[in-house]
Antibody
Framework: QVQLQESGPGLVKPSETLSLTCTVSGGSISSSYWNWIRQPPGKGLEWIGFIYYSGSTNYNPSLKSRVTISVDTSKNQFSLKLSSMTAADTAVYYC?????????WGQGTLVTVSS | DIQMTQSPSSLSASVGDRVTITCRASQGISTYVAWYQQRPGKVPKLLIYAASTLQSGVPSRFSGSGSGTDFTLTISSLQPEDVATYYCQNYNRAPYAFGQGTKLEIK
């Protein structure tokens, strides 16, 4: 059973860069696509982007200028960096597996942007 | 970008009722639609992909249909554990947008 776990700071200051890591267990990261999705409190889901284990990426154009997703196959992890954070980026951030449909999700981590 | 519009935004029904949620894409996306269930305080769960294929382990009271721009998620007999917000998702072309969600409650 594939499991994903997000890790990273729960509080980020405005204008700073968010860094999150997703650790994959129960399966190899070298076999699928790996996504980041976010959900502002009380709102809907927003797809941020994905990475293939080879390193190829696809980002949501609305965030593309601020997003970097990377993969570390040796650690079975992939990561999200989101720069120039504002209050509008406050959300639960999820990592998930899937090339397009998302069949395994992490539990999510709440990131709050505040000074 | 392809927009996904769900209706209704919220819905209240009785246990045993047949419930239908609609999702409309802003342009044709063949059958590249998935449906997710998010119970209160929980992680989204994949229910249906390719518009009508049930994900393994999902109860058979859930079904999906549609192609092109119009899609539906149907629950044939509503159960208390189906209280959740349901999202459709386009995966024909990036960005893989979700609908705004339909909140389903029990009367």
């Amino acid at each position: 059973q594939v499991q994903l776990q997000e890790s990273g700071p729960g509080l980020v200051k405005p204008s700073e860069t968010l860094s999150l890591t997703c650790t994959v267990s129960g399966g190899s990261i070298s076999s699928s696509y790996w996504n980041w999705i976010r959900q502002p409190p009380g709102k809907g889901l927003e797809w941020i982007g994905f990475i293939y284990y080879s390193g190829s990426t696809n980002y949501n154009p609305s965030l593309k200028s601020r997003v970097t997703i990377s993969v570390d196959t040796s650690k079975n992890q992939f990561s999200l960096k989101l720069s120039s954070m504002t209050a509008a980026d406050t959300a639960v951030y999820y990592c998930a597996r899937g090339s397009v449909t998302l069949d395994y999700w992490g539990q999510g981590t709440l990131v709050t942007v505040s000074s | 970008d392809i927009q996904m519009t769900q209706s209704p935004s919220s819905l209240s029904a009785s246990v045993g009722d047949r419930v239908t949620i609609t999702c409309r894409a802003s342009q044709g996306i063949s059958t590249y639609v998935a449906w997710y269930q998010q119970r209160p305080g929980k992680v989204p769960k994949l229910l249906i992909y390719a518009a009508s294929t049930l994900q393994s382990g999902v109860p058979s009271r859930f079904s999906g249909s549609g192609s092109g721009t119009d899609f539906t998620l149907t629950i044939s007999s509503l159960q208390p554990e189906d209280v959740a917000t349901y999202y459709c998702q386009n995966y024909n072309r990036a960005p893989y947008a979700f609908g705004q969600g339909t909140k389903l409650e029990i009367k």
